[in-house]
């Protein structure tokens, strides 16, 4: 294959090198650095693979037998930044972080080769690549602790800092089985423009926040500063201001040279590990090779600009440190470059005729790995007699008096609380304060502050330690205050959480339930941004379970349930909270009760066990289905009571699981009546009624389907909100049209 630039460079700057009277190899390279002249020998040769590499990803996509072409090049300085940590210490890698990753490799007992053969059956969508398995090109592998990240730019940061607190949470709470070991660092590499991105700020602002407040986190963030995001230039000075925050310690280093990057490196590890607080490794690299295959660079750089990011070159850099100590010689490094070229332009050849992903079903086999069996053996667990004694103090909940909704969702939490030591509940003001309608009221007042905690007002933040921990083996559960909220941080579900399995064969999970008090109806407290009716957002996320329990007993069944498929597959689960619901006791008449529902003791929760995708009927009439969830079974419910009155035979269908929604019960219910009302609180566009209504044509259902919703609005304050949410009379009207 013909050379590129740098290529051409490399070797004849390497020619004209000239030689130095000859060190011990043992010994450090030159005065003032800890790097030897064997640990500098050995990260070149890692350092030449990722660039070999680099020019082999080219390669294979001019042959099209290639998919991914942003490249290393001038970043090789990182595999520094591997050499002074662990194999052990989790990594959160960015897409040039090539030498890394083949110096983790090799680190961890690996021979080189093997590291090589990851990258390329990544680059070439090979099925047997082991991580991703030919579905993402991904720096990831689960016998080296490289979590595997999206191409999503610094979205990872928020979830390193939930590894790095996961790290001490474990060691605090005495955990058994801990994913790392308790005197790991969690390191989180990324780029200069990625600085800037939100979910870039959050991670850094909750490192600080929580470092302010003396609590333990061992995290290493390197920032591999080229000076431009894609064609951006990043202003100078800009990268380290920006680091400079409560708590950091700042260390700075030439990334392009391998020894004053080495001993910079090993400061900035030593210092995280032994303080267990956060350092900011700025490390001045270039970018060589461009952007990307596709990407022309000068078109707006100068040529001066190209070469003078030429003579900077890490490689080459790396290649005098070794002639100048006499390690080398500039004859035998080029041979050593052209045998290796050959050498991985033919592993490359050989990989681009490995097999790749053929069907869709091989496709999504890690997107959602449930095991309902274990989840229906593990959801009733429950502590034993005398735990859950201590922890209710005497007062078990299923002696107690029918409960609310909110009340059986406190209790279902302390139940869990007590039989997984490995749970956490957490969010903003969860707490002393019990949240902000009272659901986790006394949790930490009966499992302490290690365990339920308040975290800032940040639902990025929230998330990232949800998926943090849940990757360390925890088990989260955030709460996000407001479903408005959530949208403020989806990406952490839509990206981060819900394609780890994806993008890992489900070799790495990101176990979590996430809380959220959502949908309108609220007494007295309007507005948007609490009475939020939106989820068109969360269904199209893949694997993602949405529970939406309206009833006190399904809430606590199906939590245990959520909780059970999150320990036993690393489901990503929101469970959906009608806040209009919370405390709602009485379902037809004042005082009569019909919303409670007494606590089940743990001898009756393998009997009320809710799979998931299962929904739950009232009634047996023959004439009419309403289908609905949420507050629309309060009000489907109290509507089809007076039209049965009339005579007409109803039943109604609580779907509880909008993803996956319950496909077989819904088609039995529709079938069994032939007239099927949705009742759909969410919008009309975009919401639930829709992915209904196109579950019975595809089911080839061929009666009548109506239904109502809520209007395409936001939710004004007041009573005005009346006039476009979804109400009772508007569901009994639409019945009595569609039954003529």
Known sequence: ?????????????????????????????????????????????????????????????????????????????NAAVAAVLRPTDPALLHYRSGAFYLTRSEQAGRVPEQGIRDVLMGLTAA????????????????????????????????????????????????????????????????????????????????????????????????????GIGISVRTPK?????????????????????????YD?????????????????????????????????????????????????????????????????????LLKTYESTREHVLRIALETSRSPRLGSAKEIMEPIAPRRPELIAKISPMAASAPVRDKAFAGALPENDKPMTLSQSINRTLADALAVYPEMTVFGEDVAKKGGVYGVTRGL???????????????????????????????????????????HNALDQIRGEAATLSFFSRGAYTNPMVVRVAGY???????????????????????????????????????????????RTAGSVCVFLEPIALYNTRDLFDAGDNGWTAPYAPPARWAETHVPIGRARSYGDGRD??????????????????????????????????????PVEDLVRAAELTGNVLIADETRRTGGVSEGIVAELLDAG??????????????????????????????????ARKLLG
Request: proline content about 5%; overall charge negative; glycine content about 10%.
């Open 1 to 77: 294959m013909a050379r590129d630039t740098v290529e051409t460079h490399f070797t004849q700057a390497v020619a004209t090198l000239e030689a130095g009277p000859a060190r011990d190899p043992g010994q450090p390279l030159h005065e003032g650095t800890s790097l030897t002249g064997e640990q500098c020998r050995a990260l070149f040769r890692r350092q030449l693979d990722s660039r070999l590499l680099d020019i082999a990803a080219r390669w294979l996509r001019a042959r099209d037998e290639g998919y991914y072409t942003i490249g290393s090049a001038g970043h090789e300085g």
């Open 127 to 226: 099925a047997g690549e082991p991580i991703a398995g030919g579905r993402h090109k991904v720096f990831g592998h689960p016998d080296l602790a490289v979590i595997p990240q999206t191409s999503t730019i610094a979205s990872h940061l928020p979830r390193a800092v939930g590894v790095a607190f996961a790290i001490e949470r474990a060691r605090a709470l005495g955990i058994r089985g801990a994913a790392w070991p308790h005197d790991a660092v969690a390191v989180c590499s990324f780029g200069d423009a990625s600085l800037n991105h939100a979910s870039a700020l959050s991670g850094l602002n909750t490192a600080a926040y929580a470092t302010y407040q003396g609590q333990g986190l061992p995290l290493l963030l390197v920032c591999e500063d080229n």
């Open 237 to 261: 000075g800009w990268v380290e201001a920006a680091a400079r925050r409560p708590g950091f310690e700042y260390f700075a280093a030439d990334g392009c040279d391998l020894a004053d990057a």
């Open 264 to 332: 910079a490196a090993a400061r900035a590890a030593a210092h995280v590990r032994e303080h267990r607080s956060p350092a900011f490794l700025h490390l001045s690299t270039v970018r060589l090779m461009g952007h990307a295959g596709s990407d022309v660079e000068s078109s707006y750089r100068t040529q001066r600009e190209i070469k003078a990011d030429l003579v900077r070159d890490p490689l080459l850099r790396t290649a005098a440190l070794l002639v100048e100590a006499g390690l080398e010689t500039p004859e035998g």
């Open 444 to 486: 930490q007042k009966r499992f302490g502050a290690g365990r339920v905690f308040d975290t800032l007002l940040d639902e990025q933040a929230i998330l990232g330690l949800a998926l943090g921990s849940g990757v360390s083996k925890l088990l989260p559960v955030p709460e996000i205050q407001y479903l408005a909220y959530l």
């Open 520 to 566: 309108a109806y609220q007494k007295g407290f309007g507005g948007h941004f609490h009475n939020d009716n939106a989820v068109g957002a969360l269904r199209d996320i893949p694997g993602l379970v949405i529970a939406s329990p309206a009833r006190p007993d399904d809430a606590s069944a199906m939590l245990r349930t959520c909780l059970a498929a999150a």
């Open 624 to 661: 009419l289905t309403i289908v609905t969830f949420g507050n629309g079974v309060r009000m489907s419910l109290r509507a089809a009571v007076r039209l049965t009155q009339e005579g007409y035979g109803c039943r109604v269908l609580d779907l509880r699981w909008l993803s996956p929604l």
């Open 701 to 734: 259902f061929t009666g009548s389907v109506a239904r109502v919703t809520s209007s395409d609005s936001f939710i004004p304050l007041g009573g005005a909100a009346d006039h476009v949410l979804l109400s009772e009379e508007e569901i009994e009207q639409a």
